[in-house]
């Protein structure tokens, strides 16, 4: 998958409020969650997102055009934003934690507020750049996330940094509904699950960390319980009491 430069447009908030207390990490997880049309995807991609092999502008595929929405990725090659999604082998659109990044790139890409005209650009660039189906599920999580961002901004930048445990749980109670209220299960799983995983355990660690009445064998139980609910390659994030993270 292409990297992409920093999303100034949005950071979802309740990884934002967890850099500002935690100092969030960025992590990697070996094998992300995904979902696909119809049911769990393989773990090896049908059509990977920005494939070289795969028709590309100016080289035997469809030329870019001032109707089609484009993305500019790290190295500033500009690609199709239809071309950013992966396809499994058995069909239908793989969703996972890539997917989230491509969707803030695309939307990084157009105006913060976008006009119909934008918009239809947009699902115009699906519908021709992706079979039927997948086009269309393509366009509804487009929809789904802009009013899952509108929803995250007017209802928890209000709620500001958790100050204890207590706050924490509601903070992430509440992320969680909104998050149900736009997608199914298994989608806000593939798109969200590692990453929220990793906050709300981050956060949690902060507060256990900071918790005077803790002596410090509870607390090195405590954090030990947190650390083994992480993938092996994050648990390292999470220090013992008293030492910075690593």
Same mark, same amino acid.
């Given at each position: 998958m292409p990297t992409f430069k920093p999303f100034p447009v949005f950071l979802v908030l309740a990884v934002a409020l967890v850099v500002a207390a935690v100092g969030y990490r960025s992590w990697d997880a070996d094998e992300p969650? +995904?979902?696909? +049309?119809?049911?769990v995807a393989a773990g090896v991609p049908g059509g990977s997102r920005g494939d070289p092999s795969g028709p590309q502008p100016g080289a035997g595929g469809p030329a870019l055009n001032a109707s089609t929405v484009v993305v500019h990725d790290a190295t500033g090659a500009t690609l199709d934003a239809a071309r950013l999604f992966e396809l499994g082998f058995a069909g239908g659109l793989v969703i996972d934690r890539d997917t989230r990044a491509v969707i803030e790139a695309?939307?990084?890409?157009?105006? $913060?507020?976008?006009? $119909?005209?934008? @918009?239809?650009? @947009?699902?115009?660039? @699906?519908? $021709?750049?992706?079979?039927?189906?997948?086009?269309?599920?393509?366009? #509804?999580?487009?929809?789904?996330?802009?009013?899952?961002t509108a929803d995250v901004r007017q209802q928890m930048e209000p709620l500001g940094v958790p100050g204890n445990l207590q706050e924490m749980n509601a903070f992430f109670d509440k992320m969680e509904?909104? #998050? %149900? %209220?736009?997608?199914?299960?298994?989608?806000?799983?593939?798109?969200?699950?590692?990453?929220?995983?990793?906050? %709300?355990? +981050?956060?949690?660690a902060m507060?256990?960390?900071?918790?005077?009445?803790?002596t410090l064998e509870q607390k090195k139980q405590r954090l030990d319980e947190l650390r083994a609910q992480l993938p092996p390659e994050q648990q390292s994030l999470i220090p013992q009491p008293g030492q910075p993270a690593s």
């Open positions: 969650d +995904s979902v696909a +049309s119809g049911g695309v939307l990084n890409s157009m105006p $913060e507020q976008p006009t $119909e005209q934008d @918009l239809q650009r @947009l699902e115009r660039t @699906l519908r $021709e750049g992706l079979p039927r189906e997948d086009a269309e599920r393509a366009i #509804k999580l487009f929809s789904s996330y802009r009013a899952y509904s909104i #998050k %149900r %209220r736009h997608f199914d299960d298994a989608t806000a799983q593939a798109l969200f699950g590692a990453a929220d995983m990793h906050a %709300r355990v +981050s956060m949690e507060f256990v960390e900071q918790d005077a009445s803790l």
